[in-house]
């Protein structure tokens, strides 16, 4: 099992910045790490793909909607903990954002989810 908790999301105007902290913890986690990602889920939408960051070489990766404007890291590779930096945010980029693991062994992220954190992002 893995524990997901997110944190750091808030009310910004359009062309701010935030700071959203993950930290994730279960059993053995650090040593089967694969990958850490960041998800977001707007209203009336499916839960999308943002950014993640591969564990063995903190290769990060984006969703072309926010490639540039997002940047996702890490501490280091023995802290299972992430970041995403936020900057020159659109209204677009309202959501409740989770983040998630994906572990070596596994074809996919985890079924574990945290409790998100909101973003509101107004025009």
């Known amino acids: 099992q893995v524990q997901l908790v997110e944190s750091g999301g808030g009310l910004v105007q359009a062309g701010g910045s935030l700071r959203l902290s993950c930290a994730a913890s279960?059993?053995?986690?650090?040593?089967?790490?694969?990958?850490m990602g960041w998800f977001r889920q707007a209203p009336g939408k499916e839960r999308e793909f943002v950014a993640r960051i591969r564990w063995a070489n903190g290769e990060p990766y984006y969703a072309d909607s926010v490639r540039g404007r997002f940047t996702i890291s890490r501490d280091n590779a023995q802290s299972t903990t992430i970041y995403l930096q936020m900057n020159d945010l659109e209204p677009d980029d309202t959501a409740v954002y989770y983040c998630?693991?994906?572990?070596?062994?596994?074809?996919?992220?985890?079924?574990?989810w945290g409790q998100g954190t909101q973003v509101t992002v107004s025009s």
């Open positions: 998630n693991v994906h572990r070596y062994g596994s074809s996919d992220w985890s079924p574990y």
């Open positions: 279960g059993r053995n986690l650090g040593v089967y790490v694969a990958a």
